[in-house]
């Protein structure tokens, strides 16, 4: 783990001088954590952007002891740098702050990462969960990358409908009151419905459909329920193209496999991927409604799922 986190110190470029930045590692396995000590205030401060970061498969929360006392003068909790490819859990309250409630509790973290992903890259993200069903409790906070985006995606997302609930989607500091926003986009499924949404998302239509909200990884596990699911997914996809190739991503025992949940339809063209798309949107499938997006033709040929 120390070397780990020195690397990942070193690479960002948050190390403050040559060597390794942690100097010792406590790890309890019982309890499942573990305590890094820094050689300075400063670079324990800059780690803590690498909250929400993958290690060994397991996305780390990275927090400050309970005990931690700050001192005079300085900043904790709120490290200003931002780790490209790594969203924090921690939701900063700051301006950019955006509250989405009304969430369906089917759609699990990532699901909502995904559709919230479909406007720019995020800062910050929490789903706020129901310890005692294992659900989310149907809201959760963000804050993107580029604080320029934030009205524009919540003018787009807000009002969303998704199964039997309209997302409502706000800055977390205009209070509990929707406005006049409310109102914007009341018609919109999901991310890519529309040309003018594209464009507001900073996407653009690609050959590459990617099908969220309709598999479970255990629906993935028996061979036959998975042959089943790709003639279903083929047939009714081919309503509205010709079916190039089809990708579903299944879970295999003691590996890591990206892309778990997710269908991944490549048609011959971008007009038949667009036809798709405005069928398939907010449908259901297996009592599920279907959430999509466009996806990266270069990365799905790469299998960067």
């Not at 973290?109 to 992903?117: A, G, I, N, R, T």
């Not at 890519?192 to 099908?211: Q, Y």
């Not at 003691?254 to 971008?270: N, R």
Request: proline fraction near 5%; aromatic fraction near 8%.
């Amino acid at each position: 783990m120390m070397d780990f986190f020195n690397n990942q110190m070193n690479m960002a470029g948050l190390a403050q001088a040559e060597g390794n930045a942690i100097i010792s590692c406590q790890v309890n396995l019982d309890k499942n954590f573990a305590f890094l000590e820094f050689r300075s205030v400063d670079e324990c401060t800059h780690a803590l952007a690498f909250d929400g970061i993958n290690f060994q498969g397991q996305l780390l929360k990275l927090r400050r002891p309970r005990e931690y006392q700050a001192l005079p003068g300085l900043t904790a909790d709120n490290p200003s740098i931002a780790v490209p490819g790594i969203v924090s859990t921690i939701v900063a309250d700051t301006p950019h702050k955006v509250f989405i409630g009304c969430i369906p509790n089917y759609l699990n973290e990532d699901q909502v990462k995904e559709l919230l992903s479909s406007f720019g890259p995020l800062r910050s993200f929490n789903l706020v969960m129901d310890t005692a069903t294992g659900l989310s409790k149907g809201f959760a906070f963000c804050e993107y990358l580029d604080p320029g985006i934030t009205d524009q995606a919540c003018a787009g997302l807000n009002g969303m409908q998704l199964g039997d609930k309209k997302l409502v989607v706000q800055r977390a500091s205009v209070g509990k009151n929707p406005g006049s926003a409310q109102n914007t986009m009341m018609n919109m499924q999901i991310p890519g419905l529309s040309m003018d949404r594209v464009a507001a998302a900073g996407t653009t239509p690609t050959e590459v459909l990617c099908l969220m909200n309709m598999v479970t990884p255990e629906d993935l596990e028996d061979e036959e329920e998975y042959e089943d699911i790709i003639e279903d997914v083929k047939e009714e996809c081919g309503k509205y193209g010709s079916v190039r190739s089809l990708e579903i991503p299944r879970p295999i025992k003691g590996v890591e496999v990206p892309g778990i949940g997710k269908i991944f339809v490549e048609f011959m063209s971008i007009a038949e991927c667009q036809k798709a798309q405005q069928a398939l949107a907010g449908r259901k499938f297996a009592n599920r409604v279907v959430v999509s997006s466009y996806y990266d033709v270069e990365k799905y040929h790469q299998r960067e799922f």
